[in-house]
């Protein structure tokens, strides 16, 4: 039986660690832009849009993310499009995402006083208009805290893409202590990488939400 040391342990999970980023980024930035969409659609005030993107909002933060990872690693198979780990944990995790940030945001853009609305309607600003210029600019500075905040969900979330195959820090960790079996000091190593990649994210989110909080005061 191979010896494997601390340093081959540590070296594999980083190599792992690096899709855990990815995959990590891939949902964060295809949940933010289809949040936002959903943000737009859901402001727009068009009939019947409102409780269609509610009802999107309710199912994907009503239900457990592992089933919907199951759902996308099966479901996309029915349609006869072969899939992968990758393409279904990427799917899944940036609908995910984008439930989630769809929600945040409307409850930022919330915040604003109504009279930031009603000022922009006696300026006779075209709905877009009123979003780019006197709302969104806003309600970022309120979104930007919780915005990142939701990051480390995100991180901590790829570890479930283990259950249909996607090899991140989780998955791996679990193959390294099937080879070593040492599982306290591989899951020792998985945890702080974990924690290496999501706290400076946590206190980060912090100092923002300290400095405008200060701002606004």
């Not at 769809?102 to 006083?113: D, K, N, Q, T």
Request: net charge positive.
């Amino acid at each position: 039986m191979v010896d494997f040391t601390l340093w081959d342990i540590l070296r594999n999970l980083l190599l792992a660690l690096r899709w855990t980023v990815v995959l990590s980024l891939i949902a964060f930035v295809g949940g933010g832009l289809m949040g936002l969409g959903l943000l737009v659609a859901r402001l727009s005030g068009r009939r019947g849009v409102e409780p269609l993107v509610a009802g999107y909002v309710q199912v994907f933060q009503g239900t457990p993310l592992l089933m919907q990872l199951f759902l996308a690693y099966f479901g996309i198979a029915l349609f006869g499009i072969q899939t992968s780990a990758w393409v279904a944990a990427s799917v899944a995790l940036t609908l995910y995402t984008s439930a989630f940030l769809a929600e945040i945001w409307r409850g930022c853009v919330a915040a604003i006083p109504k009279g930031q609305w009603e000022a922009a309607d006696s300026l006779a600003l075209s709905f877009g208009e009123k979003l780019r210029h006197v709302v969104l600019p806003q309600a970022i500075k309120i979104a930007v805290p919780p915005t990142v905040g939701f990051l480390v969900q995100v991180v901590k979330g790829t570890a479930l893409a283990s259950v249909i195959g996607f090899i991140e820090l989780t998955k791996a960790g679990t193959m390294i202590t099937n080879a070593t079996f040492k599982p306290f000091v591989v899951y020792s190593c998985v945890a702080l990488l974990y924690f290496v990649l999501c706290f400076p994210i946590s206190l980060y989110a912090k100092t923002l939400e300290r400095k405008l909080h200060v701002r606004h005061a």
